[in-house]
């Protein structure tokens, strides 16, 4: 079983939908939740960070942790082509920060 | 933002010959740098782990001496591939971070092609 899932997708949305990318782990230890979105051919770029339970909203974008589900979100409101990306989710346990355990990453498609 | 940097951005090389790819921290000093490996549609596979002036911390199954890192400041550090073959090719791209961060910043990642 590996320590992060994420399904792959592709998701494909018309424009002004909301959005949501979703990742399951199994490692209870995990405390720090990382999302990155990457276009093609380009590095990973930093979304959200959230530690802990909880929620985190940054503009558009709203972070999600459901510690007792192991359970991360991320939601995309009135989303844009600019969007279309693939997003990754990450995550790294107390004390481990610089162990990242990655999800595949979800492809999205914002379609105008 | 930390901003992190990589050069090149892509490189086509023949078989045998040996690549270099640099990674630079822009705004902060990066104790630790990251060198990742993602083929097509895939995550990222984490090759080794480098904190400033000491030896890099390989990943299990990654060949330590076909993949030369060193990290000789809290700037900079570099990937070397030696003797390439075309099963190296693949998008390299590395991560910084610092002592008081919790995440890692990345690179826009090096292509690199092996003929």
């Known amino acids: 079983q590996k320590e992060v899932e994420q399904d792959p997708g592709p998701l494909s949305v018309p424009e002004g939908a909301i959005v949501s990318l979703n990742c399951t782990y199994s490692n209870s230890a995990f405390q720090y939740f990382m999302w990155y979105r990457q276009y093609s051919r380009k590095g990973p770029e930093l979304l959200m960070y959230?530690?802990?339970?909880g929620n985190k909203e940054d503009g558009r974008f709203t972070a999600q942790v459901d510690k007792s589900s192991k359970y991360i979100s991320l939601f995309i409101r009135d989303s844009q082509p600019s969007d279309s990306a693939t997003y990754l989710c990450?995550?790294?346990?107390?004390?481990?920060?610089?162990?990242?355990?990655f999800g595949s990453g979800t492809k999205l498609n914002v379609k105008p | 933002g930390a901003v992190v940097s990589q050069h090149p951005s892509w490189v086509i090389c023949k078989s045998g010959t040996s690549v270099k790819i640099e990674c630079r921290s822009l705004d902060f000093q990066a104790t630790t740098m990251f060198w990742y490996r993602q083929f097509p549609k895939q995550s990222l596979m984490l090759m080794a782990t480098s904190n400033e002036g000491s030896k890099a911390t390989y990943e299990q199954g990654v060949e330590k001496d076909k993949f030369l890192i060193n990290h000789a400041s809290l700037t900079l550090s570099t990937l070397t591939v030696t003797s390439a073959h075309p099963e190296d090719s693949s998008f390299y791209i590395c991560?910084?971070?610092?002592?008081?961060?919790?995440?890692?910043?990345f690179g826009p990642g090096t292509r690199l092609t092996v003929l």
């Open positions: 991560s910084a971070s610092d002592y008081s961060e919790d995440t890692q910043y």
């Open positions: 959230t530690y802990s339970s």
């Open positions: 990450a995550m790294s346990a107390l004390g481990n920060f610089n162990k990242f355990y």
